[in-house]
């Protein structure tokens, strides 16, 4: 039962929300790092496998309908890590991809309202045109100096994150963590499949048969770091600090996560973002932080989709 907390979050909590954001940040250059050994689906469906088997075994079944638990593997799972990693193995720096990811927040935000007519607030919808406006400078600008294809695929993966989220809400799970761990169950298989189809069984088993050759051991790390880091540490603290805070007080860490992205991919990789970039992924982050801190003299708050929308986020 997640307790009543009306006061700010005290300093211990606020750090523990911070470690997420670094364990969550330094997610994006592993990732990069695992992408150079491992094609990019067959990366999902192995990420998701690591993680589903020891949930099978260990974790109780959320209580939420089959097909909504189907839905959020297939929207979280599936869709946001095919294109995000395909994103990322086609160019998109680790850094910007972490900026544009948070593309999910707004489209949570604009999915929730067609599909579930949830009221927007001028406030939330101030803060989505902010973030929006954001992308398109640096969907422009990408189209100008680089390719633009790998932001696109990004964007994909946010929308794939997005629709996750909305069935999220709708499963409405007792439990937010034994449902982002079971939601592991569901990629694995339909990964694989799609991995053999595009990226054929020669590069898959050359990956596997070369996992244990000192060129593979960075992106062993990598993966490793992303399953028992990022996922497995990083939302037992984040789920925990959602049951012990509202989810409006505890949401906002999340937008250090690009910040730590940004600057992780700089130390691992001398990795820098171009000035428009920068601040147009500045905008966006703003956007999304306005969006979902709703003003203290609202009478009657709107439910704070953004915020919700971190419930189940594995970036």
Known sequence: MRAVDDGAVPLRDRLLACLVALCWGVNFPATALALEHFPP?????????????????????PQVRLRWLVAVGLGIGVLQFAFLY??????????????????????????AGIWLRERL?????????VAVLGLAVIAVHRAQVAALLPVVLT????????????????????NALHLTLWMSVV??????????????????????T???????????????????VATLLGYGLWNTLLSMHPSSQVAPFSMLVPVVGVIASW???????????????????????????????????????????QLDRVP
């Open 86 to 111: 395909l994103g990322m193995a086609a160019g998109m720096p680790s850094g910007l991809a972490s900026l544009v990811l948070q593309a999910s927040a707004p489209f949570t935000v604009l999915i």
């Open 41 to 61: 689906l067959f990366l999902g469906a192995l990420r998701f496998a690591l993680v589903a088997a020891p949930t099978l075994l260990l974790v109780p079944r």
């Open 187 to 208: 990629p694995p298989v339909p990964l694989l499949g799609v991995s053999l189809l595009v990226e054929g069984p020669g590069p898959i088993w050359t990956s596997l």
């Open 267 to 309: 130390v691992a990789f001398g990795e820098l973002i171009d000035r428009v970039e920068l601040v147009a992924g500045i905008a966006v982050v703003g956007g999304v932080l306005y969006a979902s801190v709703p003003r203290r003299r609202d009478a009657a708050p709107q439910p704070d989709l953004i915020a919700e929308a």
């Open 210 to 228: 070369g996992v244990a050759t000192a060129a593979a051991v960075p992106a062993v790390l990598g993966l490793l770091y992303i399953v028992i």
């Open 155 to 174: 964007l994909c993966g946010a929308l794939g994150w997005a629709i996750g989220n909305v069935c999220s809400r709708k499963a409405a799970a007792p």
């Open 121 to 129: 607030s001028r406030r939330q919808l101030a803060g989505i045109g």
